[in-house]
């Protein structure tokens, strides 16, 4: 409600006999401004625009950070900018119920055919009389609708942020999926070679061959996979930010962030979300105008158009007469009952409504609550328990093949599972970073956290092949 109360009083203050291409606007810019620290613009073909376009080039010329990539989102996005438009259309209408009626003049002209008689005329002019009194209704239910208006429209910016931050994490974390996939292939082809020249000494079999050489292969079916994946993943955030020919160039500024070292407050976010959804609070404005509209509806059902004017006649024998006119629309048969019946289902329809976004709202907060609880405590897992555990694996059968209790081939394996686990601890961190973006959609507004650090450890390189011979079957 607090939002639409401000919302109120500045879209209020201005009247609504004219349109002003700024309204409307500068109150969702104030709204995600204040959720995400971000600002947004739209493109009204001014040559204010020109000044946009030139912040575009600077941000893309700059390594992109996700806070940039938002900003260019929210800057250029076409879906964006076309739904910016609805304000427009709004506004409009909110202009339109804000006017009275025009006046209707009417005149009809009489000339005598031949020489007798003088030209007859009579005139009038008529005004709607019920426009008056139901004025200030009607511009209030269009006032309501256009501040609902407003705050879908901002949602809908929230919302293209939170899908660029998390399809921004996705690319981060494939470029960084696809090193590894190279590690692997890297680690699969040493294998492969040291199991030929293993097959050819006669230390293994035919069938060991076949299936390091299929891993291998396999391994690079895997890494052309992954690289298809990162071309996808980045013309989809170019999508998003509305980009093509040379601003498609941009590069990236840093690796997959480190889970926070200490995570926001998760309590009460059930409450929170309820009264900072900017959809929710649109709903609650949708119902309210609803229940205006159609106490509209009954005020006016027993009158129907009631048309006062003035007329001026002359005959051609007789005086020139002026005097007022009544014209009354008797509600007989038409008492306005459908359109009654209708608004009544339409105030019943945003009721239910708002209560579905409610309690769609609450469950799914909780559900995000408890994913991104998860995943931070699994991915806490692999960075204290798991990856320590695979380096140390590394470590001791590098001490055995160095005293040749072991072939290279355990060695290699123990690697692979290394980057494998690694693989699994980057993925996961990917996730939890787009849960929080989920999350911090689904309260319309962000979570607060601590500085933003690169992905670590990385994995250590693929042991290359001995050069001294020491070759052996396993023991």
Same mark, same amino acid.
């Given at each position: ?6 919302? %109120?009083?500045?879209? *209020? ?11 409307? +606007? ?26 946009? %376009? ?5 941000? *893309? ?102 899908? =660029? ?5 996705? @690319? ?21 070679? @040291? ?28 890494? %052309? ?40 407050? *998760? ?35 027993? @009158? ?5 004017? =003035?007329?001026? +006649? ?18 007989? @048969? ?37 994913? *991104? ?45 290394? =980057? ?35 992905? %670590? ?16 079957? +396993?023991?």
């Amino acid at each position: 409600m607090k939002n639409a109360a401000l919302l %109120s009083l500045a879209l *209020l203050a201005g009247g609504c006999a004219s349109m002003q291409k700024e309204r409307g +606007h500068q109150e969702v810019a104030a709204l995600v401004e204040a959720r995400t620290g971000l600002k947004t613009r739209w493109d009204q073909g001014t040559p204010e625009d020109a000044e946009v %376009s030139r912040h575009l080039d600077t941000l *893309l010329g700059e390594p992109l950070s996700s806070d940039r990539a938002v900003e260019v989102a929210l800057l250029n996005n076409p879906a964006l900018q076309q739904t910016y438009e609805e304000l427009g259309v709004s506004q409009a209408d909110m202009v339109q119920a804000g006017l009275l009626s025009n006046p209707v003049f009417s005149g009809s002209i009489g000339v005598p055919i031949g020489n007798l008689g003088i030209t007859e005329h009579e005139f009038s002019l008529v005004q709607e009389f019920v426009d008056l009194f139901t004025l200030p209704l009607r511009k209030r239910v269009a006032k309501e609708q256009f501040i609902a208006d407003t705050l879908r429209v901002a949602h809908e910016a929230l919302s293209t942020a939170a899908d =660029v931050r998390k399809a921004f994490r996705e @690319f981060q974390a494939r470029r960084q999926l696809v090193e590894l996939r190279r590690e692997v292939l890297l680690a699969a082809e040493v294998s492969a070679e @040291f199991a030929a020249r293993q097959r050819e000494a006669g230390n293994i079999t035919e069938l060991e061959l076949a299936t390091e050489q299929a891993t291998a292969e396999q391994s690079k079916l895997d890494l %052309s996979q992954e690289e298809l994946t990162l071309v996808e993943d980045r013309e989809h955030l170019n999508r998003l930010m509305g980009l093509w020919g040379p601003r498609i160039q941009w590069t990236l500024s840093e690796s997959l962030p480190e889970l926070p070292a200490k995570e926001a407050p *998760l309590e009460h976010l059930e409450t929170t979300a309820i009264k900072q959804r900017l959809d929710i609070d649109a709903a609650r404005k949708q119902a309210s105008l609803m229940w205006n509209a159609l106490e509209l509806a009954k005020t006016t059902r027993w @009158f129907g158009r009631v048309e006062v004017g =003035v007329h001026t +006649h002359r005959d051609s024998d007789g005086p020139r007469l002026f005097g007022p006119t009544l014209s009354l629309e008797l509600p007989i @048969f038409d008492q306005r009952q459908g359109l009654i019946g209708k608004l009544e289902a339409q105030y019943r329809q945003s009721e239910r409504r708002l209560t579905e976004l409610s309690v769609n709202a609450r469950s799914e907060v909780r559900a995000a609550r408890a994913r *991104l609880q998860s995943l931070r405590m699994q991915a806490e897992h692999y960075r204290t328990t798991v990856l320590p555990l695979r380096d140390k694996v590394i470590a001791q059968s590098q001490l055995q093949y160095n005293a040749m209790q072991i072939g290279l081939t355990p060695l290699l394996t123990a690697k692979k599972e290394q =980057v494998e686990s690694y693989r699994g601890y980057l993925e996961t961190v990917r996730d939890y970073w787009m849960a929080r973006a989920e999350l911090e959609q689904l309260l319309g507004g962000r979570l607060p956290g601590s500085t933003e650090a690169p992905v %670590s450890p990385a994995p250590p390189p693929a042991p290359a092949a001995p050069e001294h011979s020491h070759e052996h079957s +396993h023991p």
